[in-house]
């Protein structure tokens, strides 16, 4: 078997992997993207990496099925399952909140000496996760969105270096805000929408969140010409 059918949220995961990459996916579950890469020309080694038995199990079966040679499945939490020797270089994340993601890199420091590219799909929050790579190091390189089953995904990935994010970027993503493309409007959108339910339902003793959630909304509306 050499062909395999992942969603359009993974596919565009992969689209952002460098050929020569030795790779951790942290929360593999399926093991469907390692696969994928691993059948579409990566060239190095993949470690599928999950803490749930189960889904462990499931890759497992998933890579003997497609006979891949260079994806090996192993069970445990975060980064706990790299080895010195494997030299992982890049560490993919998605899936996974956003909270979850930045212990995970935080309680392993040592491990980030020698990963020059993070790429992360974080379920929640992305504008915290560019801050807290910014600070431990690392930049937005490229990041993109993608819409599958109705929900706008963003995807970053960053490499290991000194630019420094100013606090817009941080919040929109200096790659999105230069693109200003239509899904980014969309989600900006979506935002502004939220923010307008919330001040809605607050009562009015809330004045203080109101204003500041009016006020947000401004600074979103004005991004988008909305
Ligand atoms: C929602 S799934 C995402 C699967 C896949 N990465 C994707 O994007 O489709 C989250 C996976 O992360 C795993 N997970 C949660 N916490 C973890 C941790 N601390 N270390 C490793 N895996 C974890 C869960 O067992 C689950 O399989």
């Not at 998933?62 to 020797?85: A, F, P, Q």
């Not at 939220?194 to 009015?204: A, F």
């Amino acid at each position: 078997m050499t062909k395999i059918n992942i969603s359009k949220r993974l596919l565009k995961i992969a689209s952002m992997v460098d050929k020569k990459s030795r790779i951790i996916d942290v929360g593999c579950d399926h093991a469907l993207l390692d696969i994928y890469l691993s059948l579409n020309g990566l060239e190095g080694k993949i470690i599928a990496s999950d803490i749930t038995i189960g889904a462990v199990n499931q890759a497992k079966k998933n890579v003997s099925l497609y006979k891949t040679s260079n994806v090996e499945v192993r069970k445990g939490d975060g980064l706990s399952t790299i080895k010195k020797s494997d030299n992982i270089n890049t560490i993919i994340m998605s899936g996974l909140g956003n909270q979850k993601i930045i212990s995970i890199l935080k309680e392993n420091k040592n491990i980030l000496k020698n990963v020059n590219t993070i790429i992360i799909q974080s379920n929640t929050g992305y504008n915290m996760i560019r801050k807290e790579l910014n600070d431990m190091g690392y930049y937005v390189d490229d990041e993109c969105l993608v819409k599958d089953r109705g929900i706008i995904y963003v995807i970053i990935k960053f490499k290991k270096g000194k630019i420094i994010h100013s606090k817009k970027e941080l919040y929109f993503g200096p790659v999105l805000l230069k693109n200003k493309n239509v899904l980014f409007k969309e989600l900006i959108r979506n935002e502004i929408n939220k923010n307008k339910e919330i001040i809605n339902k607050l009562p009015n003793k809330r004045i203080i969140r109101k204003l500041k959630l009016t006020f947000k909304n401004m600074i979103l509306k004005k991004e988008i010409h909305f």
